[in-house]
């Protein structure tokens, strides 16, 4: 069973593959990576693959002698797991009603790139993968030129003769279907980015069934009602959608924005964010849909000018900018809030505000005031107002008229099921609570989201160059905090502001490996204002003195703003709140070998960690 254009290089029976001469095998797979690649695979890809077939087929001879009922078992090699950008497990084995997940290394020892590249296809597998949904997915690890080797962790870890012992260990009961497995649906969740495009481009968006569990469909559904009811009953509305970071509130409000701009029902999607609204312009090659909050405030807020949209959604609405702010920007003593109500009670007829609400996301001055200004900018409007939100924000406006809507509370995050517990590690972390931290750590590591930490930088560019070599479209970079130029400059992390400013967002977040502007190339450095709201596979996290542990608690050095800050230590938290969460795949965090960062390193490493 072999052809270029299908989603794997070979597969069939063990008995097949068994009676399969290698020269057959090896021409499958090479016209596959044509296919696949548009080039021949390399030599030394070649010569793995020899090494491959030789370990493999003698140690499934040797099972077969052991457990007759092995010769039907099923096997794919280079399995291709569809929308991945040609991710490929060396090799599936339907044992039973298991899926044995193997990746072959010609190596001696069980290198952590390695294991972490094999656990995250079992997890793929596992979470995206319909046929091995509820199935007992196992990652192995094979190290072909190892003498012996141990597991570890919960990925299988074994040189060529301890793999036949291994294989009957892990072996389930009965029997699957290979071509029912290998037509599958398997439905990741794309990048935002990603998804913006396929969204904008009409293209189908994967829904899986994490995230139909998660209520983004009802959050929809909901906020669609409310722009029917207000273009019929002719009033203001204020939807709000909270949620955790990665739940999908910004999904929500693309799709909202792409199935309401029809007719006069205009719709668009404002960020604060301005590397988000770059990216995002870039990749829908569009700056219709999504647009600059601050330019909009701008030119509708400071001016009689009416805009055309009657749909509005708005990200980080918790974010906008307080008076204060708005005043030594522009000189007009109101809110963020109040000018886009004041917008809003011009447009004629009607208009439906969409606020999507994050957590624990302040990282500007201005951005303290929270959802109370949101509260003021409504009493002191000129219109009435109806108020749509979850429960838990229902307080925020006494007085007013609010319906509750539990739909628009997204409480679980979508990035991947190992991010999940990543927020409560995160959390216990930078409240200092190690106790708690270590225990959330667990959850994280055990759901295939490795959290790494060292104090050699360029370990930890070859582990993320390592991790993914087969996989050209995965996105990694430096990321920094703004205020961490001086501790991180003499090891060629240059976060300073003019740095920082050289770099071009949209290539550095859109193009991969072997563009001289992607994140990368590891020569550039995004900072909490360039990264908030976008995701990579894999950041270098790099830890500076401007959140430093000191052995009891953490302390924040002093900066200089020529803003007003109420709180900076809460923004300072904040800004590694999010430099911590920008991971899919998991995180690596490079601390500066400088005295002052040792108790720092030392809490990350009690906090759960793995040394890299």
């Known amino acids: ?102 990746e072959f290394k010609q190596s001696s020892a069980a290198e952590s790139s390695a294991l972490d590249q094999v656990d995250a296809y079992a997890r793929d597998l596992s979470e995206y993968h319909k046929e091995s949904h509820g199935a007992k997915v196992e990652p192995l690890l094979v190290c072909t030129k190892a003498k012996s080797l141990t597991a570890r962790s919960h990925v299988a870890v074994t040189d060529p003769g301890g793999l036949a012992a291994m294989v009957i260990a892990k072996a389930g009961t009965g029997q699957r279907d290979l071509q029912v497995w290998l037509d599958s649906p398997y439905e990741p969740l794309p990048f935002l980015v990603d998804a913006a495009r396929m969204i904008f481009q009409n293209e189908p968006l994967p829904i899986i069934r994490r995230a139909l569990s998660s209520g983004i469909p009802e959050a929809i559904a909901a906020l669609e009602q409310l722009v029917a009811d207000g273009e019929r009953d002719g009033g203001m509305h204020l939807g709000l959608v909270s949620g955790v970071p990665g739940s999908g509130k910004t ?218 070599a087969e996989k050209p479209t995965a996105r990694y970079g430096i990321l920094a905090s703004s205020k961490s130029v001086g501790v991180l400059a003499p090891f060629g992390i240059d976060s300073s502001f003019p740095a920082t400013k050289r770099v071009k967002i949209a290539p550095w977040y859109n193009q991969g490996r072997g563009h001289p502007e992607s994140g990368c190339s590891l020569d550039t450095v995004v900072t909490e204002f360039g990264c908030q709201g976008l995701e990579l596979d894999f950041p270098i996290v790099a830890w500076a003195d401007d959140y430093l542990w000191n052995g009891k608690q953490w302390k924040t050095k002093p900066s200089r703003s020529k803003y007003t800050i109420d709180n900076p230590f809460l923004l300072r938290k904040n800004v590694y709140r999010v430099l911590l969460t920008r991971g899919r795949d998991g995180v690596v965090v490079f601390v500066p070998p400088v005295t002052r960062l040792d108790p720092t390193y030392h809490i990350l490493l009690a906090s759960g960690m793995i040394q890299l």
């Open 251 to 468: 999904l929500t409000g693309l799709s909202l924005v792409h199935n309401t701009s029809k007719g006069s029902r205009l719709s668009t999607f404002l960020s604060g964010n301005g590397p988000l609204v770059e990216v995002l312009q870039d990749a829908l090659q569009s700056k219709v849909f999504v647009r600059d909050l601050h330019k909009y405030v701008k030119q509708y807020g400071l001016t009689k000018k009416v805009p055309s949209e009657h749909v509005v959604v708005f990200d980080e609405a918790q974010r906008m900018w307080d008076s204060v702010m708005v005043s030594e920007k522009h000189g007009l003593a109101k809110s963020e809030p109040d000018l886009l109500i004041s917008i809003a009670e011009r447009l004629e007829h009607w208009a439906v505000l969409v606020g999507l609400i994050g957590e624990g996301q302040e990282i500007h001055a201005g951005e303290e005031g929270g959802m109370a200004l949101w509260s003021t900018a409504i009493a002191s409007g000129s219109k009435k107002w109806s108020i749509t939100c979850g429960s838990k924000l229902a307080a925020t406006f006494r007085g007013e008229t609010v319906t509750v809507n539990d739909d628009l509370d997204l409480t679980k995050s979508l990035r991947s099921r190992q991010a999940e517990f990543l927020h409560d590690w995160v959390a216990a972390l930078l409240e200092g609570d190690v106790s708690r931290a270590t225990t959330a750590a667990t959850e994280v590591l055990e759901h295939a989201f490795p959290m790494y930490v060292t104090r050699d930088l360029a370990a930890a560019k070859e582990y993320v160059v390592s991790r993914y």
């Open 1 to 102: 069973m072999q052809n270029p254009r299908v989603a794997y290089g070979w597969a069939g029976s063990v008995r097949q593959f068994l009676e399969t001469p290698q020269t057959v095998w090896l021409s499958a797979l090479d016209a596959h990576h044509n296919g696949l690649f548009a080039q021949a695979p390399s030599n030394s890809q070649v010569e793995a693959w020899k090494d491959e077939h030789n370990v493999a087929s003698t140690a499934l001879r040797s099972v077969c002698v052991a457990q007759s009922e092995a010769v039907n078992w099923s096997v794919a090699f280079e399995y291709e797991l569809p929308l991945e950008g040609g991710r490929r497990p060396d090799m599936v084995l339907l044992a039973g009603d298991h899926v044995l997940v193997l």
